[in-house]
């Protein structure tokens, strides 16, 4: 019990706090657990803290260490966790510009929506 606490210690010594802020995004994804936490240990020794979960659809407890998982990071540390994955190769330089903020998706959906409308609306017109 002792021992986890020091390992558990050491681990919290090595991050950044001005890494810690802000909510959890991904910035990697892993085919398994060995993988995630190959990734996570990367991060670590630059002082990026992460957190591993199962991705959508495979968050099954009879995979135990199979199946893929995700890797978040704070936002504050984004930034820097995509410098290290990229020196590192893990990800590609696509991937890591790949991430679309919720209002400009929303943005996007409404002038979809607007369009659809709108050629719905011409069509009606044409033949009616």
Known sequence: MLEAVGERHERAR???PQ???GPLLRVAGAHNQAEAEFIQGLLLEEGIPSLLRRSAGFDVPDFL???PRDVLVPEA???A????LLEGELISPEAAGRTVAPGRL???LLVALALGA???WLLSQ???
């Open 14 to 16: 090595k991050i950044k």
């Open 19 to 21: 890494y810690t802020e």
């Open 65 to 67: 260490a199979a199946g």
């Open 77 to 79: 540390a984004l930034a």
């Open 81 to 84: 966790a995509r410098e290290v």
């Open 106 to 108: 929303l943005v996007g």
């Open 118 to 120: 709108l050629l719905v």
């Open 126 to 128: 044409v033949a009616g």
